[in-house]
């Protein structure tokens, strides 16, 4: 598939804003175990928020007719995409709601009550995003539980990372919010080490799959066409072998390998404030690389049709 640019930032920066809630939103509950002080919580909601407006109007971009865009909101029950589309609009009031508990210091009880929301709508919100293309059966590299899998664990790393940063420029971070913090670069490393493990060679479909021809080897003698079309321009956007796989250690070093590393000299007790902000941002570079990856490894197998052997 083409990596547009506009999705793979609206993805990822939206995905991190998302985590960047949540997190902050869990601490805020007391769930973490870690006590981190209201101000300290509010700059954090305020980034994530921040983070998420950036991403939803980037998205925009990607609009053949923006002005069409309402209808995004009108198929509910049948489509993942006007689902990600309420969820982003519900997820303000409530987000908002959670930040002004804070801010006002209402009871904990309040507090943590709308903090439970505020996670629920911003996971749900990401979880929705992964299932539009999680849901195509055509794209064998989205077509598994994977895909909202690694939004979801990627998206909290993001944010224990988020909130980490924050707390970088104040006192040092809580040792529960660092345990949990590394907790979850590995669980979103081990995963996506796993998602590439089973989706590094093409082993779907083939061109006889396709045409119903089994029996014998069968290649395509005429694509019907002479230029690019839509359909090889969108859907047939090739990347050598050589560099996906540079890209992919790209990927597991920069989102992964360097902020472990960074967030294990905090917790060894170096002195290394900015450790927590350079993995942030180490993190998220390698979440930009990772997201263009997702779309150019991605085979639909319109591409059989079009001189290729196997998706």
């Known amino acids: 598939m083409h990596p547009a640019l506009s999705i793979i930032f609206f993805t990822v920066t939206a995905g991190a804003g998302y985590g960047i809630v949540a997190v902050t939103a869990l601490m805020s509950a007391g769930i973490g175990g870690a006590r981190i002080e209201s101000g300290q919580l509010l700059l954090s909601a305020a980034l994530g928020l921040v983070a998420v407006t950036a991403g939803l109007c ?23 995409l006007s689902r990600e589309a309420i969820l982003a609009v519900v997820f303000y009031p ?44 055509t ?33 040092v971070a809580p040792r529960e919010l660092l345990w949990s913090t590394m907790l979850s670069i ?12 089973r989706f590094g060679l093409p082993s779907g479909p ?12 069968v290649r395509l003698l005429d694509v019907g066409h002479t230029s690019g079309t839509f359909l090889t321009d969108e859907f047939g956007f090739r990347v050598s072998r050589g560099t996906l796989l540079i890209l992919r ?30 993995a942030l ?9 990772e997201r263009w ?5 991605a085979r639909h197998v319109v591409n059989l049709y079009h001189g290729a052997q196997r998706v």
């Open 58 to 80: 980037a998205s925009t971009l990607h609009l053949a007719n923006p002005k069409n865009a309402w209808r995004a909101f009108s198929r509910f029950r049948t489509s993942w």
């Open 186 to 197: 590995v669980a979103a490393g081990v995963a996506k080490l796993t998602y590439y493990a």
């Open 249 to 278: 250690f790209l990927t597991l070093t920069l989102a992964f390998l360097v902020p472990a590393a960074a967030v294990w000299l905090v917790l060894d007790g170096s002195n290394a404030a900015m450790a927590l902000p350079a």
């Open 293 to 297: 990856l997702f779309f150019a490894e």
């Open 206 to 217: 083939t061109i006889g799959d396709a045409t119903g021809f089994k029996n014998a080897p």
């Open 94 to 137: 409530v987000a908002l709601i959670w930040v002004l508990s804070l801010w006002l210091e209402w009871a904990s009880g309040a507090v943590a009550v709308f903090a439970v929301l505020t996670i629920v709508a911003a996971l749900a919100t990401v979880f929705a995003t992964a299932m539009i293309y999680a849901c195509l059966r």
């Open 139 to 171: 794209i064998r590299q989205w077509h598994t539980s994977f895909t909202p899998a690694n939004y979801v664990l990627l998206s909290l790393m993001i944010g224990f990372l988020g909130l980490g940063s924050v707390l970088a420029f104040g006192d």
């Open 281 to 289: 941002f180490s993190a998220y570079l390698g979440l930009l690389v």
